[in-house]
């Protein structure tokens, strides 16, 4: 099967997995993407984010949640006083997947499908126990149904406290951090403006119980 793990290097210092990840040819979107976009913070975070995938101008900076919802992202976590670089953000599937307009000039984010995510998830799997964190916080169905599971329902679900060695998705995890899920940023930049308000605070404070979960 196609996938990253002839890429990850048995090692557990993540600057290491970084630029081997930079050479990851584990499933077809770096033929296309611009680089891998690893995940970035502090190595000694207690809590670690994880998104969906690159977008646009991550794929370009090289750097995740740097776009549009990574602003968003950065609003909700000063709001909920974590700073951003005392954790660890990362995304379930490293390169940017997207189809381009149709004059070509904008390239439009494209879910990543289960094959992607299973390919690329020794990455991630490689971070949570390079990291070792208390807390991992699931931004979004898409990196919910990675850890938990592809039934995992973010409705029915959303800031549940679950036990990744029982109830995880994520085969040989050497760590057991507890892990919640809440929405992923963009969701509230796409939805009604009338309800932006409502839900930007709901956010916050979903990432304010995951941050209390540390310890
Ligand atoms: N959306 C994500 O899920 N991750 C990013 O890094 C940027 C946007
Ligand atoms: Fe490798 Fe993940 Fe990129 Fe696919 S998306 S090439 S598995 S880093």
Known sequence: APGAQDYVPDSHVLTRLAEAAQQCHGCDLYLDAEQTVFGAGSRKARIVFVGEQPGDQEDRAGKPFVGPAGKMFDKALAAADIPRESAYVTNAVKH???????????????????????????????????????????????????????????TSHRGEVFDLSTDGDLPALSVSPQVTATIHPSAILRGPPQDRDAAFAAFVEDLRTAAALVG
């Open 96 to 154: 940017f997947k997207f189809t381009r307009s149709e004059r070509g000039k904008q390239r439009i984010h494209k879910k990543p499908g289960r094959t992607e995510i299973v390919a690329c998830r020794p990455w991630l799997i490689a971070e949570l126990e390079s990291v070792q964190p208390d807390v991992v916080v699931c931004l979004g169905a898409t990196a919910a149904q990675t850890i938990l599971g592809r039934t995992f329902r973010l």
